[in-house]
C-alpha cells in the first residue's frame, strides 16, 4: 500500500512563495509519474504539474514560470515550490503517483493566497 503524507501548506500573501513536500512511502523511483493537483471551492480538481520518472515536466499553464515541480529520489519526496503565488492559486494541494495501473493520492494541504 502506497501512502502520501503532504506538508508545507499554509497562508501566504500575494507575491509571496511556499514550498510543499510530499512523502511517499515505499521508493519513488518504481512509480511511473509523480504530480500535484489543486482543487479550489466549488470547482473541480486540476492538473498543476506532473515529474514522469523518465521525460520531461509538465506543468498547466497558469502555473508555468511560478512553480516547480522536482524530486529527492533519496528522501523519497515530491516538491512543488510555488513563487509569486495570486489568490486565485488558493486551493486544497494534493499529491499524487501514478505507479502501472494504479494511482495513488494524499490527504491535501490547503493554501491560501491574500491579496
Known amino acids: 500500500q502506497v501512502q502520501l503524507v503532504e506538508s508545507g501548506g499554509g497562508l501566504v500573501q500575494a507575491g509571496g512563495s511556499l514550498r510543499l513536500s510530499c512523502a511517499a512511502s515505499?521508493?519513488?523511483?518504481?512509480?511511473?509519474?509523480m504530480g500535484w493537483s489543486r482543487q479550489a471551492p466549488g470547482k473541480q480538481r486540476e492538473l498543476v504539474a506532473t515529474?514522469?520518472?523518465?521525460?520531461?515536466?509538465i506543468y498547466q499553464d497558469s502555473v508555468k514560470g511560478r512553480f516547480t515541480i522536482s524530486t529527492d529520489n533519496v528522501k523519497n519526496t515530491v516538491y512543488l515550490q510555488m513563487n509569486s503565488l495570486k489568490p486565485e492559486d488558493t486551493a486544497v494541494y494534493y499529491c499524487f503517483t501514478i505507479q502501472g495501473s494504479l494511482s495513488y493520492w494524499g490527504q491535501g494541504t490547503q493554501v491560501t493566497v491574500s491579496s
Open positions: 515529474i514522469p520518472r523518465a521525460g520531461a515536466t
Open positions: 515505499g521508493s519513488i523511483f518504481s512509480f511511473n509519474v
